[in-house]
């Protein structure tokens, strides 16, 4: 809902705020008209006929863009509890105004039509924007001509490769390699889930055979070294490819320490990563109740060493990684105990897209590491750079989306699964207080969440394409690719004698 049902305009005033982009902050007041930001200013006139909001003391910032959401994923034979609505209706009530789910085509299936049931799923469904990643599986020319496609007229700019899941959708080295390279034509973003898969298939085979079959055996046999080792390789395929990279979920420090070290060598990398990473750890498969612990299983798990989320967070606060998602793909208790008698069942993932703006805040703003304009850069920017509806999304000027939130950054609230909007029956950060809380919530001049009530609507959200050749991820990748091109030395030939190897050596 842009403009009203009696033909007149939607129109919000957002009165003597703190606006916060992630370049400058200053006090002033924002008009929305139709859903579009019509001014940025201070001390403007209050028009008639505005829904006024004061913002006085209140920080006001673009919403949040989660980078990474398994809405309604059909995974290891059960489908994510959280569908477009809930999901996106839970987003919107923690300050998030975009989300970018992933198609997961099937091995063999098309992409296109995969791509289609997805859109087909959440059209009807989103309370917010949306855009779509899409995973290749399986490789092929089909696969190549499709990716074509789906970059030149369906606005996706961005292809998820696993090297884990073997056998589901891991694809290996020279596929991954020739994936990268059909990016970098196509100027899309590839983007990689780093675990080693068959040191995964190995180790958790193993680790049955020694009786381990809950779900600390899912941590133990993913040592930090199989993700670590993944992300290398990743770097190096990419590198090899003349395209950039995209870590999904980086959740370890050394994998975070890869990407902080191919940034530095000059490498176009990304890291990216999650709520849960950045809010609690892995200490929780040690459980003794067993739901509890299957509650916290995703892949690449969440690290048992307690100090992990606050050196990520310190990463993220200094450009070491640049951006956050949640990877939200939850599981109620009677799906994840498909895995009860063996963790390898278990459906990997968590919850995320409500909290991650709270968390964010709570150890990044308000323990001192970061501060508001970074927050915004982590949250909302630096993914509408990266994914190219920047400055549309992810900035509060005029000409942009009104995707606004009204954030009282002293406030708290308690994380439950009682209170939360998400469909999932448990909340991995559980107990947890945060400051930072959305009183308001804007998506495309809706106001989706007002004082604190959340009054989102059902297909409400669009989707956003994300168009290819971002400047922020291929700005400076031709010449790169050009200076680094192989040289041929040009000389005469040789003419000198040749070993006879035909009497054999
Ligand atoms: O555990 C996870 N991460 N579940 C979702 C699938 C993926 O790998 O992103
Ligand atoms: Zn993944
Ligand atoms: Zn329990
Ligand atoms: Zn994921």
Known sequence: MTEQANGRKNIVFIKNGQIVNDDFSFQGDV?????????????????????????????????????HTHLQMPF?????ADDFYSGT????????????????????????????????????????????????????????????????????????VFMAYKDVMMLEDPEIYKCFKVCRELGALPMVHAENGHLIAIKSAEMIDQGITGPEGHLQCRPVEVEEEATQRAVTIANEA????YVVHVMSKPSANVVSKARREGKIVFGEPTAAGLGTDGSHHFDQCWHHAAAY????????????????????????????????????TNQKALGKDDFRRIPNGVNGVEDRMSIIWE????????????????????????????????????????????????????????THHQAVDFNIFEGMTCHGVAEYVITRGEIAVDNGEVKATEGHGKFVPTPPNAQFVYGRLPMRNKVASPVKVERDPYTGPIIDLSEGA
């Open 31 to 67: 008009l929305i008209e139709d859903g579009i930001i019509k001014e940025v200013g201070t001390s403007l006139n209050t028009p008639a006929d505005a829904r006024v909001i004061d913002a006085e003391g209140k920080f006001v910032m673009p919403g949040g863009i989660d980078t």
């Open 363 to 418: 150890k990044g703003v308000h323990s001192g590491k970061m501060d508001p304009c970074r927050y915004v850069a982590v949250t909302s920017t630096t993914a509408a750079k990266v994914f190219n509806v920047y400055p549309k999304k992810g900035r509060i000027a005029e000409g942009s989306d009104a995707d606004i939130i009204i954030w009282n950054g002293e406030t708290t609230r308690t994380i439950s699964a009682e």
């Open 89 to 160: 209706r839970a987003a919107l009530a923690g300050g998030t105004t975009m989300i970018i789910d992933f198609v997961i085509p099937q091995k063999n299936e098309s992409l296109l039509e995969a791509f289609e049931k997805w859109r087909g799923w959440a059209d009807p469904r989103v309370c917010c924007d949306y855009g779509l990643h899409v995973a290749v599986t399986w490789w092929g020319d089909q696969v190549a001509q499709e990716m074509q496609t789906l970059s030149q007229d369906r606005g996706v700019n961005s292809y998820k």
């Open 76 to 80: 290891m034979g059960t489908v994510s």
């Open 297 to 332: 299983v995703m892949g690449p798990p969440l690290r048992a060493d307690p100090t992990t989320p606050g050196y990520l967070m310190d990463l993220l606060a200094n450009d070491d990684l640049q951006l956050t998602g949640t990877d939200n793909c939850t599981f109620n």
């Open 242 to 245: 003349g395209s950039p990279l």
